[in-house]
């Protein structure tokens, strides 16, 4: 048996697989071939490297919640930063607050607005998922360090930025990972819980909430497991998803005219 035809094989019995990890795992199962003949346990461990990073790289379904929930995780994961951030101006310029952040670390526009981040270890699904409804109006790629995803220095890891106009989702590059995949691009439309990108080994994927959006509407603390598509992060729908949650409610007649309410 090749080794593509060994890959083959394992990709029938594992769930579905994020884009590019097949040639990842080829990689491995292919040098394992040879290697067979030289050394059987080495091959052993290199079929076994190749399963395990089609396993990193699963990408199951997820089931989001009605409409109008609230903001979902980015990410499979643990809770790791909620923080309020100034406008991208000031904290590029200098910590004019003296919060001992540093410079160039924020990712919102405008006024204060909510960050949450969820660290994803090892063992958790790498798929990034949209938070709400909305259209991509913008991508931002910034290269930087390669910090832990967990430490404080990971502010100034590399990112990609994607700007859906209510809110932003930040996927973050850890000490390992230094490939970030979109799936979407400017001027696409996405719903709630849609597949956005991946970040292979490792990392960590922030979501900054509108300014309307306050501590009161959190629905996590630090420290929370979450699931990406799935977990709703704080309450504040965007309007398309209140759309869509009023076109779930059921219709009520007027009786005497015959007619359905008029909504304005």
């Known amino acids: 048996m090749t080794g593509e035809s060994l890959l083959a094989s394992v990709a029938e019995v594992t ?3 994020a884009p590019g990890a097949g040639k990842l795992s080829a990689i491995p199962a292919v040098i394992a071939v040879p290697t067979l003949l030289v050394s059987p346990p080495l091959a052993i461990g ?3 490297l190749a399963v395990c990073v089609l396993w990193f790289h699963r990408d199951p379904d997820r089931v989001p919640p009605e409409p109008g929930a609230g903001f979902l995780a980015p990410a499979d994961g643990k809770i790791s930063v909620i923080r309020e951030e100034e406008n991208e101006d000031k904290s590029t310029t ?15 526009d405008g006024p204060a607005r909510l960050r949450i981040g969820v660290f994803m270890n090892v063992t958790d699904v790498h798929v990034n998922r949209a938070p709400a409804s909305g259209t991509v109006e913008s991508l931002d790629h910034r290269p930087g360090a390669n910090r832990p995803a967990f430490s404080k220095d990971s ?3 590399e990112r990609l930025r994607i700007n859906h106009g209510r809110y932003t989702t930040v996927m973050i590059a850890g000490w390992f990972a230094r490939r970030i995949y979109p799936y979407v691009g400017a001027g696409d439309t996405v719903e709630a819980g849609d597949r956005i990108g991946h970040v292979s080994f490792g990392s960590r994927a922030d979501v900054v909430l509108p300014p309307d ?3 009161e509407d959190l629905q996590v603390s630090v420290g929370d497991r979450v699931r990406a598509g799935e977990t709703v992060l704080a309450d504040g729908a965007t309007p398309a998803d209140k759309a869509d949650s009023e076109a ?7 009786w005497k005219s015959g007619r359905l309410p008029h909504h304005n």
Request: cysteine-free.
């Open 15 to 17: 769930p579905a697989i």
């Open 46 to 48: 290199l079929v076994g």
């Open 94 to 108: 200098g910590n004019e607050a003296g919060d001992g952040r540093r410079a160039g670390a924020s990712d919102s």
């Open 155 to 157: 502010d100034r890891n």
């Open 213 to 215: 959006v306050s501590r």
């Open 248 to 254: 779930l409610e059921p219709q009520h007649v007027d």
